[in-house]
């Protein structure tokens, strides 16, 4: 992973664009052609997902929802959403490429309809990403509320018991607003 041996401020210090971001900038409403767009990408996620025989949840509206805030996050940092790329077991996670680097950045983008709601993932993570992001709100308008690198917040210390469901769950104090 390329964040091994840097703090979480080290991070943050040393990535690709140190711009800052007004309250007003985090919240992110999409277009009538964008939530069009993420229709198209739902349909079809599903569709393959199908294909190979993944468990995939047919709700529609958290399908819009997951795919809707991963748009409205891209769009936040003018990042290229790849959405021609073949279905995989993560198809959420970005993967980002920038000028000078060697490595690839990885990127999950989470998705809450609490508003004090917690950036959570599943016990069974395998692939931890480089970087964990949570964006709260209903399918067009989500808000940004920040991210935590994979190293820090993948770690048993992070597994929690919230109702029914177990595994990793930090609360959004916890989260860094500087992503870039």
Known sequence: MI???????DKIRNSVNHGRLSE???????????????????KQRLRLGDA???KTDKDME???????AELAFAKL?????????QYRAYDHVMTLRYPGRT???TIDVKHTHQERGHLTANIET????DFYVLMVGQFPTFVYRGCI???????????????????????????????F
Not at 3 to 9: C, I, M, Q, R, V
């Open 52 to 54: 190979r025989g993944l």
């Open 149 to 179: 690198p994979g190293d820090v917040f993948i770690r048993e210390e992070n597994i929690k018991q919230l109702g029914a469901w177990r595994g990793y769950a930090v609360e959004q104090h916890r989260l860094s607003i500087e992503f």
């Open 62 to 68: 958290k399908q819009l929802n997951f795919v809707g």
């Open 24 to 42: 007003e900038e985090y919240e992110i409403t999409l277009n009538s052609f964008e939530m069009e767009l993420v229709k198209i990408v739902v």
């Open 77 to 85: 940092f003018n990042i290229y959403m790849d959405f021609g790329r």
């Open 126 to 129: 395998k692939e931890v990403c």
């Open 103 to 105: 490595e690839d950045v």
């Open 3 to 9: 964040t091994e041996g840097y703090s979480f401020d």
